[in-house]
């Protein structure tokens, strides 16, 4: 095996670019929603709406996914992404081709200071983590999207031109077959960090960027290492810096290497320097061979609200954070979950125009949580000050010997599904409810994603109501997306088995108490002894729907 060998690069599919219908067309066509950026962000809206039966338009400059090149980018998808995907109809997919993982061990020098295991607080049928490329998760939401056959998906359409319209926004796109000019009810920008419909609509992005430097090496090997996450805050065999080293698909491992402030990127990234690294850190009869080496640096930017009129922006084009964690790409995806259930409960006149302005009041402070975290471990990995330097040392040394240190050492918080604070549409605020196995009355098996996945609805879980009362409540919620399930009792509703850790996860107390659970799977509310009427009332302003004809 050649050392210095680059792998044979990935087949990334390309798709056809397709003629829109509106070339040539003297008077723009509106479409009801347009998404421009097929990136994760941009391909999981799509595929949720059209998983909800919306249709739109995507719109992408390329006609593949990931990097020519193949590069990895984002890798680790976090517990809540990986349930999004499983009611998207693709984490099976992913599974299979990703590495499952929950174990972790962080070092310091030659010593490991702690270990962790994720999988010990979960509920969910999905694991914490999944290692993947990203090109592959890309690649299997735009073949689901197309296997649901809503989405007019155009590649090769670039986006030159935006204005917005007193009732909605005018698109200029450019094509190998010519320019035309599209309307939109709502514009989803997608598109990145480098947006351009941020900039030409003059939005701030606050960006700022790190002197921090990082180079990427993924590589196969002839002998395999242990496949958990491994993380070093000052690694010996990398003058001191950190490292970590992940598994992915097809044998490929990441390995980032935390590199000097004042470094030659291009020489860093060469091949026979890449590989003195790997032989100092592996030993130097190690066999391997390189899929992609690349440097990079940190930039962060976080805008101040994520909506301006009839424009969204989600992913990367509303945020961008430090990698540490995997709080960037799962954060995006979260983004596209909490939006598009909303645009389509009120696209489908379910729910008030309200509603909409609740994805910038949860996704924002959700995005500058993310942005402080990896901030913080940003100054943990790279002290700036020689009192950072002692701090760090203090931390390392009382975590090896005590419990209560470990929690202090800052390798990178791993992504978790955000709260959202309290709102009018959440008067209690909200917390993810994790994809709990389930099970009906007479025995079969389901899933909290699979309920979520018919259509779009809330899931109302109401423990041992009475059948007067589940009568009452069918009429008062007759109007509304509402799915009422009891758990146990006989109350005549489709009934789920009761369970002790459903009713503790969930924060239910006793009989005759409701949880009130949004199509994004988070808790909307808790009413301690419901009646019909506050059920109404709870999924009513849920949904800003207050505002609609009772």
């Not at 020519?68 to 599974?95: D, H, M, N, T, V």
């Not at 109501?465 to 009452?472: G, V």
């Not at 009713?503 to 009413?527: K, Q, T």
Request: net charge negative; proline share 6%; with cysteine.
């Amino acid at each position: 095996m050649e050392k210095f060998a680059f792998a044979p690069a990935y087949e990334l599919p390309v798709w056809p670019f397709t003629p829109p219908p509106e070339l040539g067309s003297t008077k723009p066509v509106r479409h009801p929603i347009v998404i421009v950026g097929a990136g994760p962000s941009g391909l999981t809206l799509a595929c949720d709406l059209a998983q909800r039966g919306v249709r739109a338009v995507l719109l992408d400059e390329d006609d593949t996914v990931g990097v020519r090149g193949a590069s990895s980018r984002g890798i680790c998808y976090a517990q809540k992404s990986l349930e999004i995907f499983e009611r998207l109809g693709i984490y099976e997919r992913i599974a299979a081709k990703g590495i499952t993982w929950s174990f972790g061990r962080t070092f310091s020098g030659e010593q490991e200071v702690y270990n962790f295991n994720l999988q010990a607080n979960s509920v969910s049928k999905q694991p914490p983590f999944v290692n993947l490329q990203q090109f592959y998760v890309e690649w299997f939401l735009v073949e689901r999207i197309i296997e649901l056959g809503l989405t007019d998906l155009r590649w090769k359409n670039r986006l030159t031109r935006v204005e917005q319209l007193a009732d909605g926004v005018r698109l200029e796109v450019e094509t190998p077959a010519g320019s035309y000019t599209i309307e939109a009810d709502r514009l989803i920008d997608a598109t990145g960090a480098n947006s351009t419909i941020r900039t030409q609509m003059g939005i701030d992005a606050h960006s700022s960027r790190s002197t921090d430097r990082w180079c990427i090496s993924d590589v196969r090997f002839r002998k395999p290492l242990p496949t958990e996450r491994w993380t070093w805050v000052d690694a010996p065999f990398n003058e001191g810096r950190g490292v970590w080293q992940h598994l992915m698909a097809d044998g490929v491992w990441r390995i980032d290497y935390q590199m000097p402030e004042d470094c030659d990127t291009a020489y860093i990234s060469k091949p026979e320097v890449a590989g003195a690294r790997l032989r100092e850190q592996l030993g130097p009869d190690v066999e391997f061979e390189f899929v992609w080496i690349g440097p990079y640096g940190y930039r962060d930017h976080l805008l101040d609200s994520f909506r301006h009129g009839r424009v969204f922006f989600i992913g990367d084009a509303a945020h961008v954070v430090s990698p540490f964690g995997a709080r960037g790409g799962n954060s995006g995806i979260q983004d596209a979950a909490n939006l598009g259930w909303k645009l389509a409960l009120v696209a489908q006149g379910r729910a008030g125009e309200v509603l909409l302005d609740s994805y910038d009041a949860e996704r924002q402070p959700a995005a500058k949580q993310n942005l402080q975290v990896t901030s913080r471990s940003a100054r943990f990995l790279a002290p700036r000050s020689p009192a950072e330097h002692t701090l760090r040392r203090a931390v390392v040394a009382l975590a090896a010997r005590h419990p209560f240190a470990r929690a202090l050492v800052n390798t990178g918080r791993m992504s978790v599904a955000n709260d959202y604070p309290p709102a009018a549409v959440l008067p209690e605020g909200a917390r993810s409810v994790q994809n709990l196995p389930l099970r009906l009355a007479d025995g079969r098996e389901t899933t909290l994603m699979q309920l979520l996945a018919e259509g779009t609805e809330c899931i109302g879980l109401w423990f041992a109501p009475t059948r007067e009362q589940s009568r009452a409540a069918l009429d008062a919620i007759a109007s509304l997306p509402l799915r009422l399930l009891a758990v146990g009792g006989d109350s005549g509703l489709p009934t789920l088995q009761a369970d002790e850790k459903l009713a503790s996860h969930l924060g239910a107390g006793d009989a005759g108490s409701f949880v009130l659970v949004r199509p994004d799977a988070y808790r909307a509310a808790v009413l301690p002894n419901a009646t019909p009427e506050a059920i109404a009332r709870a999924v009513r302003t849920a949904l800003a729907a207050n505002e609609l004809d009772p």
